[in-house]
């Protein structure tokens, strides 16, 4: 076998090529440890996602604790608090549309640390549900733009708002 017949990019050939000479490896042993190493780390994240249930883990946890970090639940866990959270704030703390904010990807990454991408997958789940509360205030994307002055951060406080996971467990679910 030949290292050009994987058709990898050129960025992962060489760089297969050079993890190739590092180990003295042929290219035949060199998959086969690869597989067997990502097969039992994809195995790892399926069962540590299935043995945790994070809906029981405090907020302040899930957003510090190093053990959690790449935990392959928390962007979601973390999505569906914070999307509850955003709405508990504009419902009942939120005097006006001046504090209120519009639930959006770019506002729930921030507040969570989250990829985008692991929280847009969450948003495509509830997205008619995050409508209807955006209009429900009329908010859009440019609501969000309160000035330098303030931070979302400064203002929806997950910890506080969603000390656990209890009244964010039905956010999101299908």
Known sequence: MMLEQLKLDRKT?????DALEYSGMNLA??????CRIYARTLIA?????????????????LLNDAAYR??????????RRTIFAMMKHN??????????????QSAIVVLTGSRSKYVGNVLQ??????????????????????GASRDIRNEIDLVKLVPDGLGASQICKN
């Not at 790449?70 to 999505?79: D, F, S």
């Open 13 to 17: 050939q060489e760089m297969v090529k």
């Open 29 to 34: 042993d060199f998959i086969q440890q690869a």
């Open 45 to 61: 994240k399926c069962r540590k996602r299935q043995e945790t249930d994070l809906t029981t883990i405090l907020t302040a946890t």
């Open 70 to 79: 790449t935990h392959p639940g928390r962007a979601e866990e973390l999505t």
């Open 91 to 104: 419902n009942e703390l939120a005097p006006d549309n001046d504090h209120r904010w519009c639930i959006t």
């Open 125 to 146: 789940k509830c997205q008619q549900m995050i409508d209807e509360h955006n209009q429900k205030y009329d908010l859009n994307w440019y609501s969000n733009r309160k």
